[in-house]
């Protein structure tokens, strides 16, 4: 494969940090990236929406839909309909694609962003921040409660540093996590997570309050889910009650983690990168 087009348009946050590392990892593969479909027989299509592209436009080329598309097939029956490779940033979201009929007899490949390794390593020495809390799109009853138990457990006078998604800087972000001893999450079900799987990189340890259910817009359908679709033992722990006593179990551990270890292992912008061209160069012809 000497060159790709990749059709992406939203650049923040999380899916801008995924078009980024794959940019970054074919360039260091000597893959040109060219801004017109027509102008190669490979396309990245890492987003879709109403407006871009046709899908005629990929007829005759090896394309890739996903990971960031719709949150269901049956949204879009006359697109999937013309497509026959897909990918998915993790293994429940397969699973639910794989529940809809439209998807039968469709190529459904796990694939996951390269993380950024260089920018979010550790740093040696002392940790100021006692704790980095991470909050993204849960209830108000559970910021509650995480509240009481943060305050149970540390009290008045500990450091802690409080992010939520949506109203922070990437470089107050990034200075956190290389200054922080721990991290707590309580965030919605994640299809990938680019802000934990960073943290993971500069080897902090998180504790997760875990959402094991995503439901659907109306309410009538509901799948297995995960705040952290990518985790081992390495990298710290996952609970479902969020207590002042569980902060403590978890603290009491005392062990060493290495949750960086586990980022090297699998999901560095190399393998990430490597994966996809794999996937692409197989991919069926539309």
Not at 9 to 25: E, H, I
Not at 134 to 157: M, V
Not at 268 to 273: A, G, K, L
Request: aromatic residues 10%; negative net charge; hydrophobic residues 35%.
């Amino acid at each position: 494969m000497d060159n790709v087009c990749i059709v992406a348009k939203y650049l923040d946050r999380g899916p801008g940090k995924l078009v980024w590392s794959l940019k970054n990892g074919f360039n260091k593969r000597g893959i040109q990236i060219v801004s017109r479909i027509e102008e190669t027989d490979h396309v990245a299509c890492l987003q879709w929406g109403d407006d871009w592209p046709d899908v005629n436009e990929l007829l005759g080329k090896r394309a890739l839909v996903g990971p960031n598309t719709w949150e269901s097939p049956s949204e879009k029956p006359e697109i999937i309909a013309k497509l026959h490779n897909f990918i998915v940033p993790s293994q429940w979201v397969k699973d639910k694609h794989e529940q809809e009929p439209l998807m039968k007899d469709k190529q459904v490949h796990i694939w996951s962003g390269g993380i950024d390794t260089n920018t979010y390593a550790p740093i040696s020495g002392h940790k100021e921040v006692d704790c980095l809390i991470y909050l993204k799109n849960r209830s108000t009853e559970d910021y509650d409660k995480l509240a009481a138990a943060i305050q149970t457990f540390y009290g008045p006078d500990a450091k802690l540093a409080i992010f939520e998604y949506g109203h922070y800087n990437e470089k107050d972000f990034h200075a956190a996590v290389q200054n922080s001893k721990m991290a707590i999450l309580c965030t919605n079900t994640e299809s990938q997570g680019y802000a934990y799987m960073n943290m993971l990189s500069a080897n902090l340890p998180c504790l997760v309050f875990n959402k094991d259910t995503l439901v659907s817009r109306d309410g009538s359908k509901s799948w297995a889910a995960t705040s952290v679709p990518y985790f081992d033992e390495r990298c710290g722990v996952i609970e479902n009650d969020i207590s002042a006593d569980t902060i403590e179990k978890f603290v009491a551990m005392g062990r060493c983690w290495a949750p960086r270890e586990y980022i090297l292992e699998n999901h560095t912008i190399d393998i990430s990168t490597d994966r996809y061209i794999e996937l692409l160069t197989n991919a069926r012809v539309l």
